[in-house]
């Protein structure tokens, strides 16, 4: 598909990228993206888990630097080497995560980058009186007194477009900014970007409900992979085409689904689980002998899941069952005695003891089997690690070595050796190839077919939707926090099951 | 890739070649990577100062040592998991004139009134450090926090269990034990405070606790999603600093005879000084007792040294101060070093 042009010539635009390519340790983030944004529009960024969209963001934020290709803002070259540059320059954007100072007011946060001052001290009249104004321009009403920490996220929200406004910044980055809004709120934002556009600010916009892309938006672009795949006007599409656009990557990296286990008995089952009290019931199981996937999009509640069947994180409520026993879990400690283990997505963080050495990591999980009389017995420690290595082909000179030196794919094979230690029953992976070459990953699948081979249960969360098209049997959808869908390996279609994890989305915006 | 691993096996036999000089350089810099500064220390203090070189100073300077390392080695275990006791001064303070106040109780003999002083000093010392790692694990507190407040609490007790005054007059078994020397070099105190250090190395090296004092001071979080819970060891830890300070408290007893409400001023202080000249990370999961123990000689040694070159009484504190700064100075290269030799 070619790309159509946004009608118009370059004094229209008011960004312009050419030939951006982005890459981090073993990732290519952003591949020879060009594409341009028309001054004043409104504009749609749309993309897949790990399709750049990020990436993207933080180029224009001035918190990466592009590795290949130039940015022109405003038709001038654009390379700003920090947040403050890139807001300097006019441009602002507003991270789905707000970190206002929570200690200060809001007007303090408003004007903090150039505080009003007089003989070189703060001048609070002058400050509070022109944050005054700037909040009404966004129709917040609260005293500029009053302390960020008491707002809700939606008027942090305004109080970052005010800041936009106050410094006449003239492209404004939203990423994801309805996701944890009310529908009101919601309505009330789209008002005040409606306000925006008229005095000739453009935005541009990024989010998972595709409803309403079309209130805000003018044109699109979407990214698939890292690459750019179209940019055009909205009119004209309708939902299920724009789902057809972000899909339709080959499958590779995988090689060949060996899932041919025998799948029969529950070895997981999960019924009734709420994550908070307030969370959708989950249900769900997974067999013995099977690989069952979670898609979703990121901050669908997948992880959220997983740690509260875990114990990681308190659940609200909910049975587990281990083949077919239900087990009390309040605690890792419970969740591991019962035969449970989860490979958590930060295996830097929470899975590995990156200082200690692989042989340290591996045994933690179980130090009674190498212990006697609260002794460790070095020789059965070592024995065990070593064959563990082997097993798992493991490439590290020593298990004496630090695991902090290991690659990646070394790295996840520790923590998998670990649980292997400790011989589950049913064996959870949060992100399992995340940040992985692609050897390591073709590795780590079979090593998750193996576990299915020996009748273990196997429960993947990934947000790489081919790798669960690769490897499982079945494929549950999570969307904002519900389940969407289940799909079952002869009805797998990456189409089908993203728009499953678009749906609840969409749904959330009636008119 | 086949490069990389080339080069690993390459890395393997290389190993191997020279195996015995890599072990012993490791285990020096492992366990006592500043025991090469003790020994640069005592060859200058032998070469310049004035009966340095001597037994008795040798003496004076193992009496003088004794409380820090008691002290140091529980220390040791705390910052080993990432947090700091404050309190063992205080705590100290408080044995002292607990376990003076029974041995000086006329309805006991000696030597039961010795056992059971030294029972309710360990015993008192170990239920507050309880306390305090209780409090910190059951709040989330930090322990630097808590400690402090443990610090003022056992100081108060201690005035009103000795009715603000020093106590005197301690059984005559226990004052001779005191002063006893072996091999005419090692005063009893010494002794005690060697097999302390001992049974801490043994108990971190060997030990599974001593392991999850390792891994919950290098990523807690991990642990815990392991399947562990680490707060009963880190509440264990500081038990371990309490009963410390308790053994600490005999020592001081057996070396000063007096129980004093306002003994143990400032020693947390020393003691933490000598974890951190030791080599123990402050941020916890790296470092050894060994280390502990020669932190603990090199701070003595300094004060000594200095005062017999004559060195103003002034000019020590400055001197020692550098030191410990200049300690974890170094101990950001020897962290480094170690990773060239692991990845060698």
Known sequence: MHEVDV????????????????????????????????????????????????????????????????????????????????????????????????????????????????????????????????????????????????????????????????????????????????????????????????????????????????????????????????????????????????????????????????????????????????????????????????????????????????????????????????????????????????????????????????????????????????????????????????????????????????????????????????????????????????????????????????????????????????????????????????????????????????????????? | MSANIEEQTEAKTGAKETSVWDKLIRISMKEAGVAIALILILAFFSATAPYFATPENFLKIFVQIAINTVLAAGMTFVILVGGIDLSVGSLLALCTVIGATIMINPAFSPWQAIVLACLASMGTGAILGAVNGWICEKWKLPSFIVTLGMLNVASGLARVVSDNSTITGLPQPFVDFGNLIFWGIFPSIFLIAIVVVLIGWFVLRYTVFGRFVFAIGTNEEAVRLSGHQPKRYKIAVFTISGLTAGIAAMVYLLRLNVGSPVAGIGYELNAIAAVIIGGTSLSGGKGSIIGTLVGACILQVLSTGLQLLGADDNIKPIVIGAVIVLAVILDSYRGRLMRILETR
Request: hydrophobic letters at 40%; glycine letters at 10%; one cysteine or more.
């Open chain 1, 7 to 511: 009608s118009g010539t370059a004094d229209d635009d008011i960004l312009r990228l050419e030939g951006i390519g982005k890459r981090f340790p073993g990732v290519v983030a952003l591949k020879d993206v060009s594409m341009r944004i028309g001054r004043g529009k409104g504009h749609v960024l749309l993309g897949e888990n790990g399709a750049g969209k990020s990436t993207l963001i933080n180029l224009l934020g001035g918190v990466f630097r592009p590795d290949d290709g130039h940015i022109l803002f405003d038709g001038k070259p654009y390379h700003p080497s920090s947040p403050l540059e890139a807001f300097k320059a006019g441009i602002r954007v507003i991270h789905q995560e707000l970190h206002p100072l929570s200690n200060l007011t809001v007007a303090e946060n408003l004007l903090f980058e150039h505080l009003p001052r007089r003989y070189g001290l703060v001048n609070y009249k002058e400050m509070n009186k022109r944050a005054a104004e700037l909040l009404e321009e966004v129709g917040l009403d609260v005293a500029p007194t009053t302390l960020a920490s008491r707002l809700s996220v939606a008027q942090l929200q305004l109080v970052e477009i005010a800041k936009a406004l106050c410094y006449e910044s003239k492209l404004l980055v939203l990423d994801e900014p309805t996701a944890t809004l009310t529908s009101k709120e919601v309505d009330r934002l789209f008002e005040i970007l409606k306000r925006l556009k008229q005095r000739g600010v453009t935005t541009l916009y990024i989010s998972h409900r595709l409803e309403e892309i079309f209130e805000v938006g003018d044109d699109v672009t979407v990214l698939r992979d890292g690459q750019h795949v179209i940019t055009r006007p909205l009119a004209g599409l309708a939902i299920p085409d724009i789902v057809e656009l972000m899909v339709g990557r080959k499958l590779s990296d995988h090689g060949i689904f060996r899932g041919d286990s025998v799948v029969s008995g529950e070895a997981l089952g999960v019924s009734g689980l709420k994550v908070t009290r307030h969370s959708p019931e989950l249900s769900f199981s997974v067999a013995k002998g099977e690989i069952v996937g979670i898609a979703g999009l990121v901050g669908s509640g997948r992880t959220e899941a997983v740690r509260a069947i875990f114990g990681a994180d308190a659940k609200a409520a909910g049975e587990i069952r281990l083949n077919g026993e239900p087990v009390e879990i309040h605690s890792p400690q419970d969740a591991v005695a019962a035969g449970l283990c989860l490979a958590t997505e930060d295996r830097k963080m929470q899975g590995l003891m990156l200082d200690m050495s692989c042989a340290e990591n591996t045994t933690i999980t179980d130090l009674a089997k190498i212990s006697r009389n609260g002794l460790i017995r070095r020789r059965a420690e070592e024995d065990h690690a070593q064959r563990l290595v082997r097993e798992l082909r493991i490439k590290t000179p020593s298990i004496r070595q630090a695991v902090r030196t290991f690659s990646g794919g070394n790295q996840q094979k520790v923590v998998i050796a670990k649980w292997l230690f400790r011989g589950p029953k049913v064996l959870i992976f949060d992100e399992p190839t995340r940040g992985i070459d692609v050897g390591a990953k073709a590795e780590i699948y079979e090593l998750l077919w193996k576990f299915a081979a020996e009748r273990k249960g196997v429960l993947v969360v990934s947000s790489d939707l081919p790798e669960l098209i690769g490897i499982c049997h079945r494929i549950i959808v999570f969307s904002d926090g519900k389940i969407a869908g289940e799909i079952a390996r002869d009805q797998f279609d990456e189409s089908r099951i993203l728009s499953l994890a678009y749906k609840e989305y969409s749904r959330v915006r009636q008119h």
